[in-house]
């Protein structure tokens, strides 16, 4: 009787259909919190048990990382620091000044995410016409740093910390194939069902010729003469791969033009890329394993991972907190107008420099706390931040004009933190 109570007592995590992603996100924010509370009461009393000293900063994944070895540093730590990334996440710059109260964490993604995904770098490829980036096809001995992106991921997620990451929806879907790692090692992960849509959203001009073929009314074997044998490049030289045994020998012909159409949509999206996606799904899901990523879909994952691009500075306005200054002050209301003109871009570059972000919370503007905050200095002074409270500092500021000056110049050349 006590079994057949608890299975039919309600919940609405039963039916995620109708929760929010608002809600999913605290639902799952839950989740994060009372693993990190459990990782760091197991270190304690660990510690505690063998009658050693305790050093809070057991209760943290720290990271320590020099900024001209970004990358291989921070490797080097998440590998070697693996049985502590439920910990509450913090970033140390080596030789910088600066406690981290958010905004140092913050800036380590940003600048990771951006060296990781540049284009001289060769992990990933940057597709124009859809304005995304997918896994290079390249193949290597090791693919730690592709478990690396996905771990970032992961802990991005984990510490409520949006990054400015373009992947197509389809590769969320694939995160979550399946949304819990299997038991079985061996067992294959992120082998989505490859669709010409799933193409679509990646290599636009390749699904509308694979389209094409689709429906051609001709003579397919001899006006297109393929065989199930496809070409790609890599690392500058072209290599063959056959789609099925013997490929190189089968003609595409009309009646099996469909199969050699999934087939090679499958290799493109799956197969010719699985030990790259497997090291980044095994990096996000050491992170993030839990039963909650089952309430999400793949559009929400989106939302956890990246936030929201789209900007509306009039919320912000609204939600904005003032210290020092009234929204009815003079340098306030100039700060707006300004603000309030400028284009996407220095919007953009306005919200990176106050949250160490450029990307809206999923449970918008108002989830920022943002606070513009007065400091008596010259107003020769450029305005300041103060990523971790995401705050902006700005002196009394007596006309329209000095201030946009004075606060383009600061947004415009605002890497690098501090504490002031």
């Given at each position: 009787m006590e079994r057949l109570a608890e299975a039919m007592k309600f919940s609405f995590c039963q039916f995620p259909f109708i929760l929010s992603t608002v809600v999913k996100k605290a639902i799952i924010q839950k989740d994060s919190e009372q693993q990190m509370i459990s990782q760091a009461r197991q270190s304690l009393v660990s510690k505690v048990s063998r009658r050693q000293r305790v050093d809070m900063n057991l209760l943290f994944l720290n990271i320590k990382v020099r900024r001209a070895q970004l990358l291989s540093d921070s490797l080097d730590e998440l590998t070697r620091k693996r049985c502590d990334l439920k910990k509450k996440l913090r970033v140390t710059f080596v030789g910088e000044a600066g406690l981290d109260m958010g905004g140092l964490t913050k800036e380590w993604f940003l600048l990771l995410v951006r060296q990781i995904f540049h284009t001289d770098y060769g992990m990933f490829t940057y597709m124009k016409d859809s304005r995304c980036h997918w896994f290079s096809s390249w193949k290597c001995d090791n693919y730690s740093e592709f478990q690396l992106v996905g771990t970032l991921m992961g802990l991005a997620v984990y510490n409520s910390i949006a990054l400015d990451i373009h992947f197509p929806l389809y590769c969320y879907r694939k995160l979550l194939t399946p949304p819990t790692v299997p038991c079985d090692q061996n067992a294959l992960?992120?082998?989505?069902?490859?669709?010409?849509?799933?193409?679509?959203?990646?290599?636009?001009?390749?699904?509308?010729?694979?389209?094409?073929?689709?429906?051609?009314?001709?003579?397919?074997?001899?006006?297109?003469?393929?065989?199930?044998?496809?070409?790609?490049?890599?690392?500058?030289?072209?290599?063959?791969?056959?789609?099925?045994?013997?490929?190189?020998?089968?003609?595409?012909?009309?009646?099996?033009?469909?199969?050699?159409?999934?087939?090679?949509?499958?290799?493109?999206?799956?197969?010719?890329?699985?030990?790259?996606?497997?090291?980044?799904?095994?990096?996000?899901?050491?992170?993030?394993?839990?039963?909650?990523?089952?309430?999400?879909?793949?559009?929400?994952?989106?939302?956890?991972?990246?936030?929201?691009?789209?900007?509306?500075?009039?919320?912000?306005?609204?939600?904005?907190?003032?210290?020092?200054?009234?929204?009815?002050?003079?340098?306030?209301?100039?700060?707006?107008?300004?603000?309030?003109?400028?284009?996407?871009?220095?919007?953009?570059?306005?919200?990176?420099?106050?949250?160490?972000?450029?990307?809206?919370?999923?449970?918008?503007?108002?989830?920022?706390?943002f606070k513009i905050a007065k400091i008596d200095v010259p107003t020769d002074w450029l305005p300041i931040s103060h990523t971790c409270f995401n705050q902006i500092c700005l002196p009394p500021y007596r006309t329209r004009k000095e201030l946009k000056q004075k606060l383009t110049i600061a947004i415009s050349n605002a890497e690098g933190f501090g504490l002031e």
């Open positions: 992960v992120g082998m989505a069902n490859a669709t010409l849509d799933d193409l679509q959203q990646i290599m636009p001009e390749l699904a509308h010729g694979l389209g094409e073929l689709l429906s051609y009314e001709g003579n397919v074997e001899e006006d297109f003469y393929l065989t199930f044998q496809v070409f790609q490049e890599e690392m500058g030289m072209v290599k063959s791969y056959n789609l099925k045994p013997g490929g190189d020998k089968i003609p595409v012909t009309k009646q099996n033009r469909k199969e050699y159409v999934q087939l090679y949509v499958d290799f493109l999206l799956n197969k010719s890329i699985y030990k790259q996606f497997a090291a980044f799904y095994h990096g996000f899901h050491s992170v993030c394993a839990s039963d909650a990523l089952m309430l999400l879909r793949p559009e929400e994952v989106e939302m956890l991972v990246c936030g929201s691009p789209e900007l509306d500075m009039s919320a912000l306005q609204k939600a904005a907190q003032y210290e020092g200054y009234s929204k009815t002050d003079a340098t306030v209301r100039c700060f707006w107008d300004v603000v309030l003109a400028f284009p996407l871009e220095l919007q953009k570059k306005l919200l990176h420099f106050a949250t160490g972000s450029d990307r809206v919370p999923v449970g918008g503007m108002a989830d920022l706390n």
